[in-house]
């Protein structure tokens, strides 16, 4: 019998690849799931990024392999993105690496950086995939707290009292994810200097900064971040091209030279066609941003409103396209997420698959109509 790698034996298959099965069966049977659990945009790509790919089709060098770094004009749509955004200096030679989206980035990241028996920190709550890659390389994912109390931010007196001497990275993702807390210069500073101080590499993903968020800002920002920082970034929700697979890792030419290393022995490059839109994507301006959030901002209000007759409560002013919602105490996420599904055929992602500390909430995704938010709507209050 072929026995599987032991590297397996510390993860469990992604909780929505599992959870999905159990809605699709549902559909199948003639159910009429409204899913509300996935951040996957429901809306296109503008216009333009499409013909882009389309007529990339013609060009002579379309059906070759491409270069691991991607197209020069890619890397530079990428630098003139952070540069006009951001205010964000960047070599588009050698600071900017194109990935097949910002979840290859993790992988790479912590392929080129850790070594078996290396410490992680991992946020709590946060996206799964920090401690299942952490765990995959054989490193050990530590998790740190954030609370509401503490506006879901590291307390970092607390992370100084602990043992840090075999801790090599700290994940950070702000705008928070799950919890749509967004993050401030002040406290990417805090981070800088907490990894400069200790010698650890901070990461923080951040696909989430142009949604609903009036004044986005990159960990770059800080005065003596590349010397320690990595930035993940994705086209995926702010320019709806998340089965496109476009995101990038922004940082030194050291940092981003050894991503590159491992990356030019796991694929071939990125498809020519994706790479012509996405260049075409990042020339768009403040326009597109105002025309999703408009949209994002209606559908933000109806789950408000969903959330209110669920007897949940939660933070108006968090950003991202997700709603965190607290439950009444002492109902567990899990179980009530389950129940809603079954009797009222809404799927909604429970807290508690973000980490302990996400025990007590559930997560609203933004990427479902007003039509359908409001049919929830109906059949929680029928």
Known sequence: MITTANRLNSVQEYYFSRKLREV?????EGKPVINMGIGSPDLAPEKTVIEAMSQSMLDDKAHEYQSYQGLPELRKGMADFYANQFKVALDFNSEILPLMGSKEGIMLISLAFLNEGDEVLIPNPG?????SVTELVQAKAINYDLTKANDWQPDFEALEQTDLSKVKLMWVSYPHMPT???GTVELFKKLIAFGKKYQILIVNDNPYSFVLN??????????????????????????NMAGWRV???LGNPTLIDAVLKVKSNMDSGMFYGIQK??????????????????IYNKRRNLIFQLAEKLDCT???????????????EDISAEAFIDKVLIEKHIFITPGIIFGSN???????????????????????TN
Request: charged share 25%.
């Open 24 to 28: 699709r069966q549902l559909i199948a």
């Open 127 to 131: 996206y799964p995939t920090y401690a």
């Open 180 to 182: 749509g807390a967004n």
């Open 214 to 239: 009036d004044h986005p800002i990159s960990i770059l920002q800080v005065e003596g971040a590349k010397e320690i920082a990595l930035e993940l970034n994705s086209l995926s929700k702010t320019y």
């Open 247 to 249: 995101g990038m890792v």
């Open 277 to 294: 839109g996405a260049i075409e994507a990042l020339k768009l301006g403040q326009d597109w941003f105002g025309k999703q959030n408009e």
């Open 314 to 328: 939660f933070d108006r002013s968090s950003v991202g396209l997700f709603v965190w919602a607290k439950l009444p």
């Open 358 to 380: 996400g025990e007590g909430y559930i997560r609203f995704s933004l990427c479902v109509t007003e039509e359908k938010i409001q049919e929830a709507i109906k059949r929680i």
